[in-house]
């Protein structure tokens, strides 16, 4: 009797229906010479640190860094039915090996194992390792089932991971929650650099300066002509004079026949990053959807970090592309080549091939699917019939001109063969949200060198640079693959070296969101004041998109058997036994953040408790005790918008510590002139705040705060 454990219900009926394992028993079934059980998931995690010595259930920093030597684990509470039911089936007399069969991957690899360990299971495994749930490729998967013990790389950095991820979120959070006595300051191996790329990005676009720009636009016999970028509108305005009217001589004409390659076939991460452009979906919304569509057969593994097909793939592919073509209605009347070489490349494949539909997806009833699921496998379909389409092929003209004493230039663009796009143009076709795309140049008329034209008129052309974009999860999707928010935009083809894995970053995203870090602001992802600070206070150790994707290539060096786990946990122990050692002496003090995670300004002068800031106020953390205090000081207090100043978190600071404050540039509503003089906080105790001006220490002049 072999034992089959796969990583969740569902697919254990799928496994079980190709076994011909039809009768049902208390969490497993039975038959065909097969047990098919399964986890729910983890079923064993990392114990708790208290589980190693009972001092550690209170925090202090006495105790770190806690390195726990050996490693504990333990069952999940919830979960414990189903861990026993395995136990027990292991154990069986009748049963003398196993089969792994939950997700080929390396979560999935550390499901099975700790609970193979825990249960203290010693029999042989075998790896079933499928890319598809169909059941041709279950039943595949069975005939060729491999050593488990091929994959004990691949589990060692599983538990690296796990392991790194306890160590730098128990011994961080604990660390920053004892020196700045305030709520729990979460901190996570690929969770805080991420927060830090959006916290960077914020401060990028708070810091920008605009600066406009002006262009003169010829308009020439049937096409435009663009100057290059004046800082000066005067400037612009005196060419814009000197050129209507006059001649513009054609110095130099080049047309170069230009070819577009089909785009790659989708990855998760890259198929994460195209729904959220064209449907807004969230990175975990579209993981969960293809999920979905996996167990329904209909779509292959979706955690795949490849973007090609191995060549034993190649010889299918027609057969695919014609049966999903005929299931898509936008793809019935266009041509369909078949170039499969484009999209195979053995070397880039490693655990697992490109995201593709199914020929299962061509004998469904479609209509029937949820709109999230439908348009996800719609996605992947019409990937696959672009990436082994034709080329699109183009011709692009370039054009220098002079007029006025200036150079123009002019761009057109004449399309020759369409091919791959156009069965992309009939896929955006028919969604319902249009994907913002660039206006294609229009043809340039034929020209000469030396050739002169008239300049039928001229204008000048207004533009401003533009401030780096809020992140979306499409943007940081990509920063978190390639490591820091300034390479982002990098080829695709750079070495891998993110924040994450493809299986993990959507769920870093969700827990930022959860844990008050980021908000979601249509389909800006933005870092609130909470997460801010809590960057502000984290080392570069803990926030460096650099270093947190040095660790994730070390885990990779790990699967391959390049790196011992020994040596990478010694890694992990000296980065923190170092962090902790840094901050000796540093005491509770310096702490600028509440409790709130706000950040502190001062003194509540009526009630002695911290007054933090607000996004409208700064006001005291008393608010909410008995009897509640209600000092506050409003950033949009009349006394401050009057005189067109703003009460800044510095200003309030002062006011707080000194009861007064210098300020320069008071603009006065009678007279219309700026002044200088000393605000002075009067605290009577009422519902408002109030101030007064001081002049050379003599002349006050008293004003309601409200």
Not at 7 to 21: Q, W, Y
Not at 70 to 76: E, I, N
Not at 345 to 361: F, G, M, R, W, Y
Request: aromatic share 8%; hydrophobic share 35%.
């Amino acid at each position: 009797m072999q034992l089959v454990i796969a990583e969740k219900p569902s697919v254990a009926m799928a496994l079980s229906k190709v076994l011909d394992a039809k009768s049902r028993r208390d969490g497993y079934m039975e038959g065909g010479g097969y047990l098919v059980s399964w986890c729910v998931g983890h079923l064993v995690e990392l114990a708790p640190a208290d589980a190693y010595d009972p001092r550690y259930s209170k925090w202090n920093y006495a105790d770190l860094p806690i390195v726990p030597e050996p490693w504990k684990y333990q069952a999940l509470p919830d979960t414990k039915k189903q861990f026993e039911i395995l136990k027990g089936l292991m154990h069986r007399a009748d049963v003398t090996s196993l089969i792994c069969a939950t997700d080929a991957g390396r979560e999935g690899e550390l499901i099975f194992r700790l609970t193979y360990h825990l249960c203290g299971c010693e029999k042989p495994v075998k790896r079933l390792w499928i890319s598809s749930m169909e059941e041709t490729a279950i039943q595949k998967g069975f005939d060729s089932l491999l050593d488990g013990r091929n994959y004990d790389h691949l589990y060692a950095a599983a538990l690296c991971r796990a392991k790194a991820d306890w160590l730098i979120g128990i011994n961080g959070t604990r660390l920053f929650t004892t020196l700045y006595r305030g709520k729990t300051l979460n901190v996570g191996r690929v969770q805080t650099p991420t927060l830090a790329l959006l916290t960077q990005r914020e401060a990028a676009i708070s810091g920008f300066q605009k600066e406009k720009f002006y262009t003169v636009e010829l308009e020439l016999d049937g096409f435009h002509a663009a100057s290059e970028r004046f800082s000066s509108k005067t400037d612009a305005g005196k060419l814009r004079t000197g050129c209507v009217g006059k001649p513009a001589s054609v110095q130099a004409v080049t047309r170069k026949e230009k070819t577009e390659r089909p785009p790659k076939l989708y990855d998760l991460t890259t198929l994460q990053r195209e729904a959220n452009r064209l449907f807004d979906y969230t990175a975990q919304q579209t993981l969960d959807y293809l999920q979905s569509l996996y167990e329904k057969k209909l779509t292959t593994y979706p955690r795949t970090d490849s973007r090609y097909l191995t060549g034993d793939m190649a010889a299918g592919l027609p057969a695919l592309c014609q049966s999903v073509a005929a299931a898509l209605p936008f793809a019935a009347d266009l041509p369909l080549p078949v170039n499969a070489m484009q999209v195979v490349d053995n070397s880039k494949v490693t655990d697992h091939h490109a995201i593709l539909p199914t020929v299962e997806a061509a004998k469904t009833d479609l209509s029937a699917l949820p709109s999230g699921e439908k348009n996800i496998l719609f996605l992947a379909a019409a990937r696959l019939l672009c990436a082994v389409g034709e080329p699109h092929t183009y011709a692009e003209t370039a054009a220098t001109l002079e007029c006025g004493g200036a150079v123009f230039s002019a761009k057109g663009k004449t399309e020759t063969a369409a091919g791959w796009t156009a069965m992309e143009q009939a896929f955006h076709a028919t969604l319902k949200q249009k994907p913002k795309q660039t206006e294609p140049s229009p043809p340039l008329p034929e020209l000469t060198e030396g050739q002169r034209l008239t300049a039928q008129g001229a204008s000048v052309k207004e533009g401003a640079t533009s401030p780096p974009a809020h992140f979306t999860e499409d943007t940081l999707l990509s920063a978190m693959e390639h490591a820091s928010a300034e390479d982002f935009a990098k080829l695709e083809d750079v070495e891998r070296k993110g924040l994450g894995t493809p299986a993990t970053r959507a769920g870093v995203i969700e827990k930022l969101v959860r844990s008050g870090f980021v908000e979601r602001r249509k389909k800006q992802l933005l870092p609130t004041e909470k997460g801010t600070e809590l960057i502000r206070v984290m080392p570069d150790a803990l926030k460096s998109a650099k270093l947190t994707a040095e660790w994730e290539e070390r885990l990779g060096a790990v699967e391959r058997g390049e790196l011992s786990p020994e040596d990478f946990m010694a890694g992990i122990t000296a980065m923190l036994t170092e962090l902790v050692k840094s901050y000796q002496g540093v005491t509770a003090k310096s702490s600028t953040l509440s409790a709130s995670g706000r950040t502190v300004v001062g003194i509540c002068p009526r009630c002695g408790k911290n007054v933090v800031e607000g996004k409208k106020s700064f006001f005291c953390e008393g608010w909410n005790a008995a009897p509640p205090c209600g000092f506050a000081l409003w950033k949009n207090d009349r006394f401050f918008t009057r005189k067109r100043k703003e009460l800044t978190r510095k200003a309030a600071a002062a006011l707080l510590k000194n009861g007064r404050v210098p300020m320069t540039g008071l603009f006065s509503e009678k007279k219309g002139v700026l002044y200088d003089a000393t605000v002075v906080m009067e605290d009577t105790g009422e519902k408002f705040v109030r101030f007064k001006l001081e002049f050379d220490n003599t002349k006050t002049t008293k004003k309601k705060g409200n």
